[in-house]
């Protein structure tokens, strides 16, 4: 295999290739010239309008960049388009690099287009013309008070008007847009807002962040998504009015929320290449479809940024319902775990512990705290069932050959010493959903994004410890270093459960189990491997506890035993104080 996986391994690039860095955005991403030759669907649009002399107008002259800074981020506008080219995440890198997190896709010909129709039923996109704007060139710094920034293109007899607000402190945009005499350029099927490319990846894994990459809407109360799972390419039209259309990738978010009534939403993605090559992405557009220009502009409100639970339940419109908690069967229970208790907890935790590596293994802690009565009903059963081993042996053995006798000697069994063979498994099976919440929401909380502990650097990545020189499938090409305690955890809390255990399959299932499970979660994040270590480890301890309370009080092995004599004992009195009343004459 390792010949194997060797000898098919691509082949590094020649010296003196360079890859390109998802946001790192050069100078030739943002000229005109790209904008032409670089993203066909603008240089189409542009070759049309070229041969309309409505549209030729706003065509002409020389495009120039706007720079809009807070503390949060640093927004490009480009005259050209009247769009966004960059919008870089002070706060947050790409995944082991230094570049920003970049929430446009600079192969585009800018992020943001109005699309509509012409009289003469050409489809246009205001990504391919030229805008005039009053704003300075260069850097504008976001102070105490909002700023704003005007773009306008002159369309035949009428125009359009973009205007940017952009808040200090916050990661909300206004957008304003007004259509003058929009009779004249576009019929009255209205337009369409639509943000192209989705959000690029940011994270150094990018099969893994492709799964939580989507384009998402809300309509009629519920949440639609398209994803690139099996298909290249998928689409997805709502009609009637939508609360709001978004892209994210895994841990950020581009949403576009209207202030007025719109008309239905329009989803597509694509795939590009595959993902785990150099130039492989998830390209996706969502468009929100507006109703014909009114007389007051058209008022949205854009959200660019981390999905922080806090700033998309401000807004109270189910943005965080765009984050996948699993099957709806499950989604159900773990959904309200993630939003009402792990989330507020982590939140509170965070607030006082200054690692969150410390966090998780509080909140471990806490979770087995809570969930100790269960854990000590099904351990404890699980024990008696043990001790009873030696018992059932000799039943299988005196009746061999009689399957009914056997199972009539057992129930026998059972009834005396009043233990439910079936006692460990149902509290176990409640504490599976708060186990699938916690396995859903930690690889996805931003929070441990870029957060380190002990040996790992990053509690949303792997804590690879070993790096190997070639990857084996479904393992990978390192050894994860939590991973490795967490198999080796399982192993010493699965042979305390098979204490006294002769049989040879489950002495075996102690080993196999627990490789199975360090093969599956060699990839997963650290902060879900460091909770499951720190879960096995409470889990172990417990059953230790348990389980010599078991031992050292074999009276509490047999509750219906003890019931019996009781009820003897009381009979057995009963009858003698009737002898007694017997035996006395009447009176009189």
């Not at 919440?437 to 909380?445: E, G, I, K, N």
């Not at 460091?530 to 047999?558: G, R, S, W």
Request: aromatic residues 10%; charged residues 20%; negative net charge.
């Amino acid at each position: 295999m390792v010949v194997w996986l060797t000898w098919l391994a691509p082949q590094p690039p020649e010296p003196g290739t360079e890859l390109p860095v998802v946001g790192e955005t050069s100078e030739l991403d943002n000229s005109s010239d790209f904008v032409e030759q670089g993203d066909p669907e603008i240089g189409a649009v542009q070759a049309l309008a070229a041969d309309d002399s409505t549209f030729v107008r706003g065509l002409t002259g020389d495009s120039r960049e706007i720079t809009i800074e807070n503390s949060l981020y640093r927004a490009v506008l480009s005259t050209r388009g009247g769009t966004f080219t960059s919008f870089e995440l002070k706060d947050y890198n790409v995944s082991g690099t230094d570049y920003a997190v970049q929430l446009v896709d600079t192969t585009k010909g800018g992020a943001l287009g109005v699309l509509f129709t012409s009289p003469g039923n050409r489809n246009y996109d205001t990504r391919a013309f030229l805008f005039e704007s009053d704003a300075r060139e260069g850097t504008i710094t976001v102070g105490d008070a909002p700023v704003t920034v005007r773009m306008k293109t002159a369309v035949g007899d009428g125009s359009i008007v973009l205007v940017y607000t952009f808040q200090p402190e916050s990661y909300e945009v206004g957008l304003s847009i007004d259509q003058s005499n929009a009779s004249a350029f576009s019929t009255r099927e209205g337009y369409e807002l639509a943000w192209n490319g989705g959000v690029p990846f940011s994270e150094r894994d990018h099969e893994t962040a492709a799964q939580r990459t989507g384009a998402y809407a809300r309509s009629g109360g519920s949440v639609e998504e398209v994803m690139l799972a099996s298909d290249a390419y998928v689409e997805q039209s709502l009609r009637g009015e939508v609360d709001w259309v978004a892209v994210k990738n895994k841990y950020f978010t581009v949403v576009m929320m209207p202030q007025t009534t719109s008309r239905g939403a329009e989803l597509i993605g694509e795939r590009v290449g595959e993902v785990s090559e150099a130039y492989g992405r998830h390209d996706y557009v969502a468009m929100l479809q507006m109703p014909p220009a009114a007389a007051e502009p058209d008022q949205f409100t854009l959200y660019m940024g981390p999905m922080i639970y806090g700033n998309l339940n401000d807004y109270d419109l189910d943005l965080y319902n765009m984050v996948d908690f699993g099957w709806d069967f499950f989604e159900i229970i773990t959904r309200p775990l993630a939003r009402f208790v792990f989330i507020p907890a982590f939140t509170y935790l965070a607030a006082i512990i200054p690692s969150y590596g410390l966090v998780i293994i509080i909140l471990a802690f806490l979770i087995k705290l809570v969930l100790y009565p269960l854990t000590k009903t099904s351990f404890k059963s699980m024990a008696k069932m043990r001790e009873l081993q030696p018992r059932m042996e000799v039943i299988k053995e005196k009746h061999a050959d009689n399957p009914q006798k056997q199972q009539e000697a057992m129930m026998k069994m059972y009834k005396e010493t009043g233990v439910n063979p079936l006692g460990g498994c149902l509290p176990m099976l409640l504490q599976y959903p708060v186990i699938i919440a916690l396995w859903q929401f930690l690889p996805q909380a931003i929070e441990l994004r870029g957060q380190g502990f002990l040996w790992a650097s990053d509690l949303s990545a792997p804590d690879f410890i070993i790096d190997l020189p070639f990857e084996i499938p479904m393992y990978g090409a390192g050894v994860a270093g939590f991973t490795l305690l967490m198999g080796i955890s399982m192993v010493f809390q699965m042979k305390l459960s098979m204490t006294n255990q002769s049989n040879a399959q489950a002495k075996i299932f102690t080993y196999v189990f627990p490789v199975m499970i360090f093969v599956i979660f060699n990839k997963l994040a650290a902060g879900l491997n460091l909770y499951y270590l720190c879960y096995n480890v409470l889990t172990a301890v417990q059953q230790k506890f348990i389980n010599k309370q078991v031992h050292d009080h074999p009276e509490e092995m047999k509750p219906a035993a003890k019931e019996k004599k009781k009820a003897t004992a009381s009979a057995k009195d009963k009858s003698k104080r009737g002898a007694i009343t017997g035996k006395r004459k009447p009176r009189g």
